[in-house]
Structures are given as structure tokens and as C-alpha cells.
């Protein structure tokens, strides 16, 4: 069979904006088939198998004589979801750093529900931390944004709404649309007024931190935990399922808890993008966003670390 990486730099990478979304496939009765077996320049699929995945999508692995393709699909949910991973794996993937799926189509079942087709991936080399770091810092300084903070469409981190409106201010970006908005949800789910002031009163003083800090928007995967990091089977490391936007770089390690990250990975990354002054006082206000998260997700197991953070940093900031 040749390799995927020889067929799929033969398709044309769709251009991802704003204003134009990816162009949806015509209401067959197997969109899906239709796109792999004409513009996915196959003629026949040999088979189709399931992988494993996450609990949101249902994911698929069509083999053809053209190669592979990985297909993700949703029975209730509408194309703007996978719009949104499509244009951070496009974001992802024209820095030509790291490895990303690249992303091909984009539709909607006829069924209801939407899928997405993408570059099929063959997992299995062992992961080498060190590259992951350099490789990850390379996609962050090659990834610069000209309108600030944020990323042309709203996403989602995990199934939580991901608010991505510009700004040229990183502290209130950071503070409104990220722990702003997960204090703010967590209230009103669990009417949880201690952490929704606490945080809030948090949100309002997390200024000094910054202190002495240049913050470049970088383009950042966004939801950076050991299951949507691998490794193709040349040891070469990939990262899946994004959440991206563009932010402060730091804001990538807020997933660290569970990414297994050690320390050859921040020697690597560092040794490309410079460690500032003050990364260490920054770095648990970067997993709150993601605790606060997990606590709207799945409950309160996650609120007592939450709680730890916001009360660590009140205390320390004398707030």
C-alpha cells in the first residue's frame, strides 16, 4: 500500500476562514462514501473499521485503494462543531511544525448530525518528550496572529462552549472568556456563589502576575492532554482534537496535570521560545481554566483543586 503521507500531499488543503466555510458536501445518501470514492480519488473502500475515541463522536477508519482516511461523525449534532476543528487542524498544520491530521471535508448527514473527514494518521512509535517540546514551541513561534487574542470562530473545549472574540488584551481575554466564563457557568449549574466571587475577585487581580511578561498571541492546540498527544510510527510526535485559538504560549501547559509533560519537554520547548520571568507564579492560574472546566464537565470531584488555586492566589496576591 503506499504511504498515507504520499497521497494525502496530493490533496489540495481547503482554505479555512470566517466567512467562508468548508464547502458542505450535497445531500447523498452516503456523503461520507461519495467524497472518498470522487474527490478523495479512490474507486473502491476495502474497509471500513472503527476506532476508538473519545464519548462525543463516533470515529471510523476507511481503507481505500487510494490510502486511508479517518472519519469522525455526530448523529445530533450540526456541521459547526467539526467547522471549528477543522480550521484549528488547517491553523495547525500550515505552520508546517508539528504533526496535525490534515483535515479534508466537511458536512452534513443527510440522517441529521455532520461528519468530518481528515489524513489518516498509523499510530505506534514510541514518544520522545524532547521533540514533542521543541516541536510544540516551533508551532507557537511560527503560529502568530495580526488581530490579538482569540481565533476567527467559537469552539469548544471538550463539549463546553469555547469563546474566542478578539481582543488585544491577553489578561482580560484570559479573564473574561476563560475563567470568567467557567466561574460564571459553574453558578450557574451547581449555584456555586463561593468560587463565582472568589474567582471573580481573582479575575480582577491577576494583573501583577504578568509583570515584566511579553505576551505574543500564539497559535495554541488548546486542550493539550495525554490522550490528543501520540506519535506517528516514525517516532515523529502528533497532536489531535483541538480547541485552538490564539493566546498567551503558557496557556498550553494548563492541561499539564494529565499530558505526562517532564522535564526534557520544557528543557526542549524553552530552549526555542524562552522561559519569562514569573512562569512559575503563572503556571497553576493556567490549570484553574481547565479544573473549572472539568468541574462543569463532571462534577464536583474536580472543585476542591479548583477552590486550592483561586484560594493560593487570593492569598499570594493579597486580594
Known amino acids: 500500500m503506499m504511504s498515507t503521507s504520499t497521497f494525502f500531499s496530493s490533496l489540495p488543503l481547503p482554505s479555512f476562514t470566517k466567512t467562508k466555510s468548508l464547502p458542505m458536501c450535497s445531500m447523498s445518501k452516503d456523503p461520507v462514501r461519495e467524497w472518498i470514492l470522487s474527490e478523495g480519488k479512490a474507486s473502491k473502500i476495502t474497509k471500513i473499521s472503527p476506532v476508538g475515541g473519545g464519548c462525543i463522536n463516533f470515529a471510523n477508519r476507511y481503507d481505500t485503494d487510494a490510502g486511508s482516511f479517518f472519519v469522525k461523525t455526530n448523529?445530533?449534532?450540526?456541521?459547526?462543531?467539526f467547522e471549528a476543528e477543522a480550521l484549528g487542524l488547517g491553523a495547525m498544520y500550515e505552520t508546517g511544525t508539528i504533526r496535525v491530521p490534515?483535515?479534508?471535508?466537511?458536512?452534513?448527514?443527510?440522517?441529521?448530525?455532520?461528519?468530518?473527514?481528515?489524513?489518516?494518521?498509523?499510530?505506534?512509535?514510541?514518544?520522545?518528550?524532547?521533540v514533542l517540546g521543541r516541536k510544540l514551541a516551533e508551532m507557537h513561534k511560527s503560529g502568530k496572529s495580526s488581530k490579538g487574542f482569540g481565533f476567527d470562530v467559537e469552539n469548544t473545549i471538550g463539549s463546553t462552549p469555547q469563546i474566542n472574540t478578539w481582543s488585544s488584551d491577553w489578561i482580560q481575554f484570559y479573564g473574561?472568556?476563560?475563567?470568567?466564563?467557567?466561574?460564571?457557568?459553574?453558578?450557574?449549574?451547581?449555584?456555586?456563589?463561593?468560587?463565582?466571587?472568589?474567582?471573580?475577585?481573582?479575575?480582577?487581580?491577576?494583573?501583577?502576575?504578568?509583570?515584566?511578561?511579553?505576551?505574543?498571541?500564539?497559535?495554541?492546540?488548546?486542550?493539550?492532554?495525554?490522550?490528543?498527544?501520540?506519535?506517528?510510527?516514525?517516532?515523529?510526535?502528533?497532536?489531535?482534537?483541538?480547541?485552538?485559538?490564539?493566546?498567551?504560549?503558557?496557556?498550553?501547559?494548563?492541561?499539564?496535570?494529565?499530558?505526562g509533560f517532564g522535564g526534557s519537554f520544557y528543557n526542549s520547548y524553552f530552549e526555542v521560545i524562552p522561559k519569562q520571568p514569573g512562569f512559575e507564579k503563572r503556571r497553576d492560574l493556567y490549570l484553574l481554566y481547565h479544573y473549572l472546566n472539568h468541574y462543569n464537565l463532571f462534577g464536583s470531584g474536580y472543585r476542591s483543586s479548583a477552590m486550592s488555586i483561586i484560594?493560593?492566589?487570593l492569598a499570594y496576591l493579597k486580594a
Not at 448523529?75 to 462543531?81: A, D, L, Q, V
Not at 467557567?182 to 474567582?199: C, N, P, V
Not at 487581580?205 to 495554541?220: A, H, M, S, W
Open 102 to 130: 490534515k483535515p479534508y471535508k466537511v458536512g452534513s448527514l443527510p440522517s441529521g448530525g455532520s461528519f468530518i473527514i481528515m489524513e489518516f494518521i498509523e499510530f505506534g512509535g514510541s514518544r520522545d518528550q524532547s
Open 311 to 313: 484560594d493560593d492566589y
Open 176 to 259: 473574561e472568556h476563560r475563567l470568567g466564563y467557567q466561574l460564571q457557568l459553574a453558578f450557574d449549574q451547581y449555584s456555586d456563589r463561593t468560587i463565582l466571587e472568589k474567582g471573580q475577585r481573582l479575575v480582577e487581580n491577576i494583573k501583577p502576575l504578568f509583570d515584566n511578561v511579553e505576551i505574543e498571541p500564539c497559535l495554541l492546540h488548546g486542550d493539550l492532554w495525554s490522550g490528543n498527544i501520540s506519535s506517528d510510527k516514525n517516532g515523529e510526535p502528533v497532536i489531535l482534537d483541538p480547541a485552538c485559538y490564539y493566546g498567551h504560549n503558557e496557556a498550553e501547559f494548563g492541561m499539564s496535570w494529565c499530558a
Open 75 to 81: 448523529r445530533s449534532i450540526g456541521p459547526s462543531m
